[in-house]
């Protein structure tokens, strides 16, 4: 078999944001595929291919990439961040199990990207820097008391908890009912990092105490950072706070 | 004030890791801190200042750098993977806030890269595709307890766990006990993934069922993904498998 699939990470926007090897196996590719916006960011040469997709067919435009790849092409497929968090690296491989056998002989290759919750820390200070967790707040693919329980279980646990995918014109309610429930576990001081476009050109960053965390503040594009209660803000005149977890639990102000 | 402080991701390790970003920062400095293996790997202009220390000096390399830095240099301070996750920006964030007032003055920027957890899931499909975690078993910086504590409440709640720091001389026996903890909790057949050097010349991938974790296939460079009971492998013939959680949870085996 010789065609060839790699799944991309584009980082978080930025065309400075992408690796060295994930522009070289877009540049190597005969065919792209992705969500429309995505494939929008790239620079194509005029030997290839573009097959831009909707948001929600994450399996079918793995299966039609499977495909062509399967066919002899050289095809990347393209991702917002990091293919391998709550983006195409698991639909490929779902799509890898349920197909036709000879696909399992093809060559795939994940290459990572910076996700949106490292390039949302990035900008604010290090509010991941120490124990974590990364939830989907999505119920389109798992019920919603299992969001609940693993918010649950991260914040009681002291966690700081990234939030993907918190709202969408067919989810309003779901990110304010997650402040809520973590309401429940966490101080009301606790700090909570609104990043939308992170390193982008329409970044906007929000640092607001949970007892305030409004989930109008966040769109499709926006990563949510739920300190813990370790986590700290550091205050700086003029220049934004910066928002932090420090690297010992003895530390912390719990 | 005119210095300045960039804390720069070099990812996983392979040159071909870095964003563009990070390179530009990189080469925008006139003063380049950090681990000695991680300064080693950078090829530095006749100009450019190289300031190694040993890789238990993180709030002494901190604070070295964000003294330059006041002075009025322009100073990079390296990280491998990603600054923000177990790394150098939360020392950074420590330091300013314990040091003088002026360094709340200074122009500091976190550059994010590609974190281990990321590079070794690529290499082996997708295992962080759903909801996960990252955790230290360092217990230099936070008791026991607390590690144990989170390794249940991560497990019993469906995350997929990523194991930062699994072993040093100093730390032999704690990746071993975690195991037994998450033994207690998930299937035996839970798939476990130990990668080494993600990327790199030398990388080492294996993956092997929970109940045949050995402590003895990691070592410091190595980061531990411990599947959820979800996790699934695909076994591709004369290819290694994929090692990939689905997006949905209604899919899930438990």
Sequence with gaps: MTGRLDVVGLGPGGPAQITGEARAALEAATDLFGYAPYLARLTLAPSQMAHASGNREELARANAALALAASGRRVALVSGGDPGVFAMAAAVCEAIEAGPQDWRRLEVAMVPGVTAMLAVAARCGAPLGHDFCALSLSDNLKPWETVEARLRAAAGAGFVIALYN????????????????????LPAAT????????????????????????????????????????????????????????????????
Tied chains: 1, 2.
């Design 191 to 254: 700090a909570v990092v609104f990043g939308r476009a992170a390193g982008r050109a329409d970044e906007r960053i929000a640092v607001v105490p949970l007892a305030e965390a409004d989930a109008g503040l966040a769109d499709m594009a926006t990563c949510v950072i739920v300190g813990s209660a370790a986590t700290r803000l550091v205050a700086r005149g003029t220049l934004p706070p910066l928002v932090y977890t420090p690297r010992s639990a003895a530390s912390a102000a719990r």
């Design 166 to 185: 918190p709202v969408s014109r067919a989810r309003p309610w779901q990110l304010g009912r997650a402040f809520d429930v973590l309401r429940e576990a």
